[in-house]
């Protein structure tokens, strides 16, 4: 497999999981603009925050409000990571290795990114939450119709791959952002308000129905452990760093629980850690912290995927004699470019 294949297949599915993970993002504030009691104003500087580039939102924009923000994350194609942005890469990755995926892919692609296109001109406030479920449906049928229409080889392993920890650093994101920046005053902790909030945040992540099929009460120590440490459900941490690194090991072919490069190990250290975990210790040792540190281990992650597969560096280790499984990588330029 050529290295700008792997590349692009896996940047393709990381692009359109951050275009989901964008949309259930704002879909938080817009949930809670119909919840929230009379006279609490609603807070749209913390969704720029989080993303780290409130600098390149001042510099293009006056105001932190739902009009300003919304256009920024949503449909400004001078910013890299708005939805409109993360679609139109991954349309040209796709466009980039068609010979590879299937042509249901592609037109699956290329009908979100078409309506995207559409939306940027027609959508207005009132609509919004539906364009924002548009959007969620169908990142959906690209990842059944991916699954159900492309040979689970190497390549497909890399899609998984990059769809999984894109979600693992989203579901850390948007848990962060209602702990450390929603709320407006620690006054405000286990009153209803906290309590709406922290129900958007387990609906923003398709997980209220699945949490209150575990869990009889909304407490945050549970809400967090459900995201962090659920073996099950699908967008938790755990479960997408233990299913990312399960596709590693396939596209290597080294046992579980051995390592024969860098990207392995840091992501079996990062599940490891993850599997003797309580919620109590994290947060005794304080969420926030936790949260913060685990979004920068899996762009380390990324960085190792890179360096071991995509740069062809050293730390890269082809197990010898391999049948026809092995997974053999060929430096090729790529048309990505943007790793963060």
Not at 38 to 64: C, N
Not at 201 to 208: F, I
Request: charge should be negative.
């Amino acid at each position: 497999m050529l290295s700008r294949v792997a590349d692009s297949i896996y940047w393709l599915n990381r692009y359109i999981e951050r275009a989901e993970n964008i949309a259930r993002f704002i879909d938080v504030n817009l949930n809670l603009m119909l919840d929230l009691p009379a006279g609490v104003v609603q807070q749209w500087h913390p969704l720029v925050a989080v993303t780290g580039d409130m600098e390149s939102f001042s510099d293009r924009y006056k105001e932190a409000n739902s009009e300003n923000v919304i256009q920024f994350l949503t449909f400004d194609e001078t910013y890299p990571h708005s939805i409109f942005s993360c679609l139109k890469i991954a349309r040209e990755n796709a466009r980039s290795i068609r010979e590879v995926i299937s042509s249901e892919m592609w037109e699956e692609v290329n009908s979100f990114y078409l309506m995207l296109k559409e939306g940027s001109t027609s959508t207005s406030l009132s609509t919004l939450p539906t364009f924002f479920s548009h959007v969620k449906m169908a990142s959906h049928r690209f990842a059944g119709v991916m699954d159900a229409t492309m040979s689970h080889n190497e390549g497909w392993h890399f899609g998984q791959m990059g769809r999984l920890l894109e979600r693992a650093d989203k579901t850390a994101r948007i848990l962060d952002v209602k702990y450390f920046l929603l709320l407006p005053s620690a006054e405000w902790v286990g009153t209803p308000l906290d309590r709406i909030q922290w129900i958007s945040l387990l609906k923003s992540a398709s997980a209220y129905e699945m949490y209150r099929k575990c869990q009889h009460h909304i407490t945050p120590s549970c809400v967090a452990e459900f995201l962090i440490l659920d073996r099950k459900f699908p967008r938790s941490i755990y479960f997408c760093l233990w299913q990312a690194e399960q596709c590693l090991h396939e596209i290597t072919q080294t046992p579980t629980g051995s390592w024969c490069n860098r990207a392995e190990r840091a992501l079996g250290k990062l599940g490891s850690q993850l599997g003797y975990l309580t919620i109590d210790d994290i947060i005794e040792s304080g969420l926030h912290e936790f949260l913060d540190q685990m979004q920068n281990s899996i762009n380390q992650v990324g960085n190792e995927i890179y360096t071991s597969f995509i740069a062809l560096g050293d730390s890269y280790c082809a197990l010898p004699n391999q049948s026809s499984n092995n997974i053999q990588f060929q430096s090729s330029s790529s048309t990505q470019t943007t790793y963060s």
